[in-house]
């Protein structure tokens, strides 16, 4: 595939500084590119700002999507290489934010052009293990996927404020709960079991790079289990805590830092 091909599959965009330090952000479950929005300001006048789209969202080629391909982290992980490969970047730091943050660890494994990870609200693993506690049990991960089916619309409603961490009706849900309602349902249902079923614990002591992981209060994806996990098996982590509550902090909070000691 080609570089014009890779860029329209994944409605690829590149902001601010051309000259700067390659800046890659990269969007978990629930939205696509436009989530960072708040967050730009604070970094195009440094940084060369890389947005992308997973397949199935946003402004990514709706022919490209496979069930089959995008079942498993590896398909979205073959993408996300394939951009750092045709932008030719180097030295780049990638934000992750959730499931992407899994993503990036992964591809942290495989692409020298990753030189650090901030790691924003990320678990190897979500589904409890045994000696590990990852937030979710199978069966929490079916009353989910039934939800979705059952009626997406309602359930992006309900869980939006929790996701967020801000008031129900509050200017920051509302946002969220419509950026979620145009994912498709279908996409929706594939993305969360590939989530799910992700598990990049075996991989943590192979990251060459250092990783800065963020966590919130009150995360309802992300224990603090998971993150002090992360901590523990990546050499060369540092774990910073922020003073907000979700798992959005770069929706919620985009001016969050550390809370008072």
């Not at 249902?189 to 963020?214: G, K, N, T, Y």
């Not at 901590?231 to 907000?244: A, K, R």
């Amino acid at each position: 595939m080609n570089a014009d091909e890779v860029r329209h599959r994944n409605n690829v965009r590149v902001l601010g500084r051309m000259d700067g330090p390659v800046l890659l952000l990269v969007q978990g479950f629930g939205c696509d590119q436009v989530i960072w929005n708040r967050l730009l300001p604070f970094f195009t006048d440094t940084y060369k700002v890389v947005l992308f789209d997973h397949v199935g969202t946003g402004g990514a080629d709706p022919d490209a999507y496979s069930a089959a391909k995008y079942a498993s982290l590896e398909g979205h992980l073959g993408d996300f290489i394939e951009i750092l490969d045709v932008l030719e970047v180097q030295d780049a730091t990638v934000v992750g934010h959730s499931i992407a943050g899994t993503m990036a660890l992964a591809a942290s494994t495989r692409s020298p052009r990753i030189a650090r990870l901030v790691l924003l609200c990320t678990s190897p693993r979500y589904i409890n293990d045994e000696g590990y506690l990852g937030g979710f049990r199978p069966e929490d991960i079916e009353d989910i996927l039934d939800a979705v089916e059952a009626n997406y619309p309602l359930w992006a409603k309900m869980m939006a404020p929790a996701v967020a961490g801000a008031d129900p009706g509050s200017e920051v849900s509302t946002e969220l709960a419509e950026n979620m309602c145009r994912l498709h349902p279908e996409y929706v249902r594939d993305f969360l079991q590939m989530s799910f079923a992700a598990d990049v614990r075996h991989l943590l002591a192979q990251v060459p790079v250092p990783a800065l992981i963020l966590k919130t209060r009150a995360d309802p994806l992300t224990p603090v289990a998971a993150s002090q996990y992360l901590h523990e098996h990546l050499p060369g982590s540092t774990l910073m805590p922020l003073d907000t509550n979700g798992n959005m902090p770069h929706l919620s909070a985009p001016e969050s830092r550390r809370p008072p000691s």
